[in-house]
């Protein structure tokens, strides 16, 4: 008898978020060909959500939908939840390291009196089963942590773009040729501690910062508001996102969305363009997993030069137009 690995999606209006996929992948890294994939979809109005996700490895979808979750909140999303771990009672439970994920997860390891390792960003072999990499202190340092034996369920959260998306393309699950069994979950129960009636979205961009591949970032060196210009056409130029540190923000240069760090947002880009940013270990924290960081600066002492794959030295409203230029005529 295998393993239940059920995953529970994330979306963002009626579309599964990427988290989700990445969840999938992590699975993938670990399930076997006798094991089972379930995944849990609450929403409203999500039957393209839950066909979306009815591929090939996953053997059962769950589908939570009515007007009570159209929006995210914890009381009726951890009632959907409940329900579906003491139906389907799994042996791991996988969420996003997101805010949702987060809220979630200590909830479902609470009542499933079972161990949570959150923020995972790499699974390895290990014995019988698996050890989990997470950073710690602000990503100064990397812990690995296993679940004890005596563990009834293993709830984890995976920290968004570090591991491949599972599924729909990348990493595989253990092929299955069974189309998705569709199972549902009876609508919440009313309560009267709280009802979401709205949700205002406030994006830094058109592009998520979360999910950016290319992010562009101030700091105080952009020294105002209209500094931040010359990174705006950067990133335009490569569809790239504006990011910001918090001395930007704290300065009124920006607004707080696009706040970088360990109080702000962790990204994980391909690349990441620090300019005027000097470095410091609460902004680093949010972005110690970028795969290139490139610094832009006057101080060739800044300690943001200790991190950088590449640094420059010199005045950023100088070097960003000429690089601004220069990525256009390429990518031409």
Request: proline share 5%; with cysteine.
């Amino acid at each position: 008898m295998g393993r239940t690995f059920a995953v529970i999606a994330e979306m963002r209006g009626n579309q599964v978020r990427q988290v989700t996929w990445e969840a999938l992948g992590a699975v993938a890294q670990m399930a076997k060909v006798e094991d089972r994939v379930i995944v849990l979809v609450i929403g409203h109005a999500i039957g393209k959500a839950a066909d979306a996700l009815s591929l090939p490895g996953i053997h059962a979808i769950v589908v939570a939908d009515s007007d009570r979750y159209q929006y995210y909140e914890a009381e009726t999303y951890f009632a959907a939840a409940r329900t579906f771990v003491d139906r389907e009672k799994p042996d791991v439970v996988l969420l996003g390291h997101t805010a949702m994920g987060r809220d979630l997860a200590p909830m479902l390891a609470s009542h499933l009196q079972s161990g949570q390792i959150s923020d995972v960003t790499s699974i390895e072999a290990y014995e019988d089963g698996f050890a989990f990499h997470r950073p710690i202190y602000a990503g100064k340092a990397f812990e690995t942590k296993r679940f004890t034996r005596a563990s009834r369920c293993w709830v984890l959260t995976v920290r968004p773009n570090i591991f491949p998306p599972g599924g729909k393309a990348g990493a595989l699950l253990p092929a299955s040729a069974a189309v998705p069994e569709r199972r549902y979950l009876p609508a919440p129960s009313p309560t009267l501690r709280s009802i979401v009636r709205e949700v205002a979205t406030k994006m830094s961009g058109s592009i998520d910062l979360t999910k950016a591949k290319i992010i562009v970032s101030g700091g105080r060196g952009v020294k105002s508001a209209d500094g931040f210009k010359p990174l705006r056409q950067l990133a335009l130029v490569l569809n790239g996102a504006v990011g910001a540190s918090r001395g930007a923000c704290d300065a009124g240069y920006c607004d707080y969305a696009l706040q970088i760090g360990q109080t702000g947002k962790v990204v994980t880009p391909e690349v990441y363009f620090a300019c005027g940013i000097s470095g410091s270990i609460q902004h680093l924290a949010g972005i110690n997993q970028s795969r290139v960081i490139v610094a832009i600066n006057t101080d060739p002492e800044a300690p943001i030069f200790q991190v950088a794959d590449y640094g420059i030295v010199g005045d950023l409203f100088e070097i960003v137009p000429l690089l601004t230029a220069e990525f256009r005529k390429l990518l031409s």
